[in-house]
């Protein structure tokens, strides 16, 4: 089980204010998905047409700061934090006993992946919303995150 506080520091380039818990169960209460179309082999996998939520999962996913800074510096060594942790969660594991800044780091990474990875948030959605559900739990608990606003 994690300790209390809990804090997370939000984007200094984004200049954002507090976490936008509310986007957060918009995007969790609809059945769209969150990745864009997948590109592979010249061509669409998924139906380019369709809407998707990825505009709002990725502005979700930007209003934290410091993956990169927070797990050794870039971005080898951030997925080197990440590998084990997500490995654990899709193994079963519970979000409870990480950090909120961590989990979503992870929710950061996975979304910063898809730039280079296409597909790789429709194929991580289920773990990222579990994630993402957890950390609006701890939001609307009794102790909630402490989200720090960066200058």
Known sequence: MRKHPDEVYLSKRNKIEHWPVELAEKVLA???PWGPPTYAFGGYIDDPTQPDQSDDVHALAFCVDGAYEHHGGDIGEAWKWARPLLHHLKSGGSCEQYATQDLLDLVFLNVRLERFSDGHIRSEEALLRDIVREVVRRVQSS????FLVQK
């Open 30 to 32: 609809s059945p769209l």
């Open 143 to 146: 102790h909630p995150p402490v």
